[in-house]
């Protein structure tokens, strides 16, 4: 079964960086996921999609402020340089083949 | 530039019927697959419906499987979530989502979202 998860959440300090990640599930760690944003109130923002080898592309207007890398069947989302607006809920997303369409639980982001 | 406006959302009885529409712009609709995805109060994001670029394939998460349909006019750029029997756990924030492609990839571009409240 296809599943994402994600730690409930995380913290850092004004300034400083911080790695989210995203685990999958067995049997599916060659599959790429995205990366969403959504700030308090607001509706979800597209950041980047992150490929098994480590690439990634990211979307419209991202900071590069922003990456992702991966190691096995993990997905990693860095944030350099945090900044007050960082502060936010991050949810990782994956797809597959028999249509099976994913949502990490999320992992809420605390600046300090 | 890309805009997702979603509308058609508001409280309704359990039991009821309710259709949501997504106008979009700033893309050319008929060439990207097209989700609902919905947000619970409090909650974390699930996905409820996707329908291919071309309307020749609709897929339905089985929490909405019978109840929910999915569709879209290419020629008046709007998708559409037909939602009927709906019930209080339906009550959610949907937003409407476009695919990076003509059908299943990463999600790229996001609407505000409606309010659907399930309710007597």
């Known amino acids: 079964q296809l599943v994402l998860t994600q730690s409930p959440s995380a913290s850092a300090s004004l300034g400083a960086s911080v790695k989210l990640t995203c685990t999958l599930s067995s049997g599916h760690s060659t599959y790429a996921i995205a990366w969403h944003q959504q700030q308090p109130e607001k509706g979800p923002r597209y950041l980047m999609k992150?490929?098994?080898?480590?690439?990634?592309n990211k979307g419209d207007g991202i900071p590069d402020r922003f990456s992702g890398s991966s190691f096995g069947a993990e997905r990693y989302l860095t944030i350099s340089s945090l900044q007050s607006e960082d502060d936010a809920d991050y949810y990782c997303?994956?797809?597959?083949?028999?249509?099976?369409?994913?949502f990490g639980g999320g992992t809420k982001l605390t600046v300090l | 530039q890309v805009q997702l406006v979603e509308s058609g959302g508001g409280v309704v009885q359990p039991g009821r019927s309710l259709r949501l529409s997504c106008a979009v712009s700033?893309?050319?609709?008929?060439?990207?697959?097209m989700h609902w995805v919905r947000q619970a109060p409090g909650k974390g994001l699930e996905w409820v419906a996707v329908?291919?670029?071309?309307?020749?394939?609709?897929y339905h998460a089985d929490s909405v499987q019978g109840r929910f349909t999915i569709s879209r006019d290419n020629s008046k750029n709007t998708l559409y979530l037909q939602m009927n029997s709906l019930r209080a756990d339906d009550t959610a924030v949907y937003y409407c989502?476009?695919?990076?492609?003509?059908?299943?990839?990463?999600?790229?571009?996001w609407g505000q979202g409606t309010l659907v409240t399930v309710s007597s």
């Open positions: 700033g893309f050319t609709f008929s060439l990207y697959g």
């Open positions: 997303q994956t797809w597959g083949n028999d249509i099976h369409i994913v």
């Open positions: 989502v476009r695919d990076s492609s003509t059908a299943l990839g990463p999600f790229d571009y």
């Open positions: 329908i291919w670029y071309d309307g020749s394939n609709r």
């Open positions: 992150v490929n098994s080898d480590g690439s990634h």
